[in-house]
């Protein structure tokens, strides 16, 4: 067989396929060809070397934030993500339908990175620091939303809102839940909710609207309508959302992470369906740096490499309806993989607040593959 690319020697790791072995991966015309021991490479056009790194299927980043030159949070995606290792992202609401057919034009379709997205019910989606998308209730066009996504359902995957209390006109209260409620259920897609702060007593109210399939981002954050009551165990209304599969998705960002949320809820069983990294312009440079950071966080808490892989790849590619396509290195799958190395020694890993933890392991992106072609960012 001729092949485009090989991948020689890696330890590869597809926890959507429970595998973990040493092994060669192939790729011809931007799929995955072959996986095996000592894969021919006579006829290669491209071997890489991968011996003491990880191959892992492309990450998946299922909150990101890349409409790159509108608004306030738009970073560029290709050095950010794919240059780290995030084959695929899901940008979680950057857009709204005034402008979400510029996003896909100039950001989506021109970027080598794989974008998805999550419609804004706020028509202007995140455009400025200074002015709450919502703090209009006008802009919570229910019948726009609804027919942005109807003209674009190959990208787009479900709707958005975020109902801190500051972003929202005070007299609408959790009426944007609502309003984003019955435009999911409109169109048949998910709503992921980021219920920091909301204009509620707790985020009991907030779960209570959301249903299985639906996506609570977020949720380590330490601020109001919290996972945790205030005794620190975790609220009854999460149990119930965890058992109907309303999906707990990691969202670290700038603002949503908090070491002990985060352990305390771990320790009693409230597991992300998906490891996110909320990356945006204002924590490329920390505390969040990439997706592969936001793991190894994961790593240092406990959790075994590979669990953490599948939430970074097979969980979000499911999710998106993809999972023979994305998040994997089957035969056939789409060709996109990274090589990672993972480190060992001490290094420091932050929260929101600043709090320190000393980790003895992180995952270094080396290398990204695409659809079968090695990746390199001209800048």
Not at 221 to 229: E, T
Not at 276 to 294: E, M
Request: aromatic share 8%.
């Amino acid at each position: 067989m001729l092949y485009d690319l090989v991948l020689k020697g890696g330890t590869l790791i597809d926890p959507a396929r429970e595998i973990h072995a040493v092994k060669d991966l192939a790729f011809t015309e931007g799929r995955v060809s072959d996986i095996g021991h000592d894969l021919s490479t006579a006829d290669a056009d491209q071997v890489i070397d991968c011996t003491g790194y990880l191959v892992i299927p492309g990450l998946i980043d299922f909150h990101v934030h890349v409409f790159w030159g509108c608004g306030h949070y738009g970073m560029e995606p290709d050095p950010h993500c794919i240059a780290r290792g995030a084959t695929t992202v899901v940008d979680a609401g950057s857009a709204g339908a005034d402008n979400f057919e510029g996003f896909r034009k100039y950001v989506m379709d021109a970027s080598t990175t794989r974008i998805f997205a999550f419609l804004h019910l706020s028509s202007q989606g995140l455009l400025t620091p200074d002015i709450g998308e919502l703090e209009n209730i006008r802009y919570a066009n229910v019948a726009r939303c609804v027919d942005m996504i109807e003209k674009h359902r190959d990208r787009l995957f479900g709707v958005k809102v975020r109902l801190t209390n500051k972003l929202i006109q005070p007299s609408a209260g959790v009426q944007p839940l609502f309003l984003a409620r019955e435009a999911a259920d409109a169109v048949g897609l998910p709503l992921m909710v980021h219920p920091n702060n909301a204009w509620c007593e707790s985020i009991d109210e907030i779960l209570t609207v959301m249903r299985t399939g639906d996506i609570l981002t977020h949720c380590f954050h330490g601020g109001g309508c919290g996972v945790l009551d205030e005794k620190g165990c975790i609220r009854k209304s999460v149990r119930d959302a965890m058992e109907r599969d309303v999906l707990f998705d990691v969202g670290h960002g700038q603002k949503s992470f908090k070491w002990e949320v985060v352990e305390t809820a771990l320790e009693q069983g409230l597991i992300p369906y998906t490891i996110s990294s909320d990356l945006h312009r204002h924590n490329i440079d920390g505390p969040v740096y990439d997706l592969a950071t936001t793991i190894s966080k994961f790593l240092y808490l406990g959790m075994s490499l590979d669990d953490a892989v599948s939430r970074s790849t097979a969980h979000p590619a499911r999710l998106l309806g993809m999972a023979d396509e994305i998040g994997t290195l089957k035969t056939g799958a789409c060709g996109d993989a990274v090589l990672m190395k993972m480190e060992t020694g001490s290094f420091e890993f932050f929260d929101a607040d600043g709090t320190c933890r000393v980790g003895r392991q992180r995952l270094i992106p080396a290398k990204a593959v695409k659809d079968g072609k090695e990746f390199q960012y001209p800048g």
